[in-house]
């Protein structure tokens, strides 16, 4: 009886815990192989995203806002516009070489620490990640991953699906500290006809934590 | 601390408290703004006549980052002397309820409601009871802003104070030539960055169930 108690226990953690990322970096990589570049789930030109963004605040409220998003991967580039639904700009700023340019910010969000946390996560989603790609390998449910570490000893795991949806999870000595999940578990809103997520969700993990939940409203191609 | 209004191109409101979301209760305002007029008493003349408004909108974005524009479209409710529906229909459904001096807004997502945080903070609870003062009329209410009445049925508010300035240049309301009638909104934010909304199928004094004010 008491095994069979055991083993309840054991299920219903296992339940609790589906779908969330792991606390740690996966530990296998089953099948590795040569390293070679992941380009799924980053695009290689330059587009424009507009997003309807729902956040939900460390004190667990939720608000609503449009993220405008241009991002240009050859030039390592990116170029933000937050607003209102009602179409006030809270925020527009630009991270370039020389580093990031805040052109307006309205309370709470002028700050540098503000910007700089807003390209970083923007960097994480859209850009492959820095540093070396030191290791791949296709996992048991036929998932690839690709795995890089800078010079920071910061950890991305960039995980490819079969069914083409995507998850990004960034480790800090070994810790979760940002997940990233395009259209899993959520067919629904699976991968649109140009491979851009309809769905992403971000999740923040840390002192701070908060999520955010981005629906396209439309995505673009930018040509110079 | 109230203002003056006075004719021809000269200064109408005078100044006050400053807040980011004054530029919404601006743009909400101007939605039941008691237009067709050529000087104060006119404005609130009709205004007093104004039992309910229900029109459709369409709100542009322009921004110099953006392709082209983005169009969201919506419904507006408002019913004397204090209830408000904004609602947004595309691309984000979204709905701002204000029945006597409770404020809610939520955001429709996967078939859900979820209450927008924003709708709570007090900076939101001092906008919404300037609109209050707005929807009777009472312009000169408005601390915020200077207003100068233009010929060809237009108010331009600029304004009052440097940090209200630094996130908006100067509203724009064009009334329709049907007394008691906004055709338009715009909010420059610079030159290059404005909001423009436009109001149609606008009906007046017509019936409105309450309980649209009261749930979502």
């Known amino acids: 009886m008491k095994g069979v108690g055991s083993l309840l226990i054991l299920l219903l953690s296992m339940i609790s815990c589906a779908g969330l990322p792991g606390p740690e970096p996966i530990n296998s990589l089953g099948t590795s192989g040569t390293p070679s570049e992941c380009s799924i789930p980053f695009v290689s030109n330059r587009w424009q995203f507009i997003h309807s ?116 999870r960034q480790y800090e000595n070994e810790r979760l500290i940002r997940s990233i999940k395009a259209g899993v578990n959520r067919p629904e809103s699976s991968v649109n006809q ?18 955010l939940l981005l629906d396209l409203i439309r995505a673009e191609p930018l040509y110079k | 601390m109230v203002g003056c209004i006075e004719m021809s191109g000269k200064k109408v409101i005078q100044a006050g408290k400053t807040n980011i979301l004054s530029v919404l209760a ?74 006597k001096g409770r404020i809610r807004r939520y955001i429709k997502r996967d078939d859900r409601l979820i209450e927008d945080a924003s709708a709570r903070l007090p900076a939101m609870q001092v906008v919404l009871r300037e609109i209050i003062s707005w929807l009777n009329g009472r312009f000169d209410d408005n601390p915020d802003f200077d207003a100068v009445l233009m010929t060809g049925r237009k108010i331009v508010l600029t304004p009052t104070n440097q940090s209200l300035s630094k996130f908006i240049q100067r509203i724009e309301l064009m009334f329709s030539d049907r007394p008691g009638i906004i055709e338009s909104v715009r909010i420059y934010e610079s030159e290059d960055s404005f909001t423009k909304i436009e109001f149609n199928d606008v009906k007046i004094n017509k019936e409105i169930d309450t309980s649209i004010f009261l749930e979502p």
């Open chain 1, 53 to 168: 963004i729902e956040g939900t605040l460390p004190n667990g409220r939720k608000t609503c806002v449009i993220g405008i998003t241009d991002i240009s991967p050859d030039m390592e580039t990116l170029h933000c516009v937050i607003m209102t639904l009602e179409g006030l700009v809270v925020f527009e700023g630009r991270s370039e070489n020389r580093g990031i340019v805040i052109d307006r910010g309205l309370p709470p969000f002028d700050s540098e620490d503000f910007a700089g946390g807003l390209m970083k996560d923007l960097r994480l989603l859209f850009f492959k990640p820095d540093g070396k790609l030191i290791d791949s390998g296709t996992l048991g449910n036929g998932s690839t991953v690709y795995r890089y570490k800078n010079d920071n000893g910061i950890l991305v795991d960039v995980i490819t699906h079969q069914d083409r949806t995507w998850e990004i």
């Open chain 2, 26 to 99: 601006v743009v909400l305002a101007s939605c039941v703004l008691i237009g067709w007029a050529d000087n104060r008493e006119q404005i609130i003349k009709a205004a007093e006549k104004i039992e309910t408004i229900r029109a459709d909108f369409v709100q542009e974005k322009h921004l110099k980052i953006l392709t082209h524009p983005l169009v969201s479209r919506g419904h507006f409710y408002y019913q004397a002397p204090g209830s408000l529906r904004w609602e947004y229909a595309s691309p984000i459904q979204s709905i701002l309820l204000m029945h």
């Open chain 1, 194 to 211: 140009g491979g851009i997520p309809a769905r992403i969700d971000f999740f923040a993990y840390g002192p701070a934590t908060y999520t």
